[in-house]
């Protein structure tokens, strides 16, 4: 990702990359991922449960929220890459998301102290969707 943000989009309108958080933002339109640094490709997780999922073992910082899921897929989407790609939900409606990650420290220490640029696998995201309704 370039400018260290990019979206999962549920289909339900909006820009969740309008509100900015430290670490993500949830919006009715899908949740916005703000990296600890820019120029690398970060380890994304998404899960569908149930009911409404334990907290993260990780014990990493955690943004919880709800979207509108109005499709049959999400859209993981980068900001300026065109990197895309659908990921097939069980079900729509209101959907709980708690997003979580790990790895921000070494990511911002690799990318802002080192000066490393296009590394992987160093942050790791976990986004968790549950049914509300």
Do not use: K
Request: charged share 20%; with cysteine; proline share 6%.
């Amino acid at each position: 990702m370039t400018y260290g943000a990019f979206s999962l989009v549920t289909g339900a309108g909006g820009d969740p990359l309008a509100v900015e958080r430290p670490v993500a933002s949830v919006t009715g339109g899908g949740v916005g991922f703000f990296s600890a640094a820019n120029d690398h490709t970060a380890n994304v997780r998404v899960e569908f449960w149930d009911g409404e999922p334990s907290e993260d073992p990780s014990g990493s910082e955690a943004v919880t929220g709800a979207v509108d899921l109005e499709a049959p897929v999400v859209v993981l989407l980068a900001i300026d890459t065109g990197f895309s790609a659908e990921i097939p939900t069980p079900f729509t409606g209101r959907a709980g998301v708690r997003v979580s990650c790990t790895g921000r420290d070494e990511a911002a220490r690799l990318a802002f102290e080192e000066h490393e640029l296009f590394f992987t696998d160093v942050e790791h995201w976990l986004v968790r969707i549950w049914p509300l309704e």
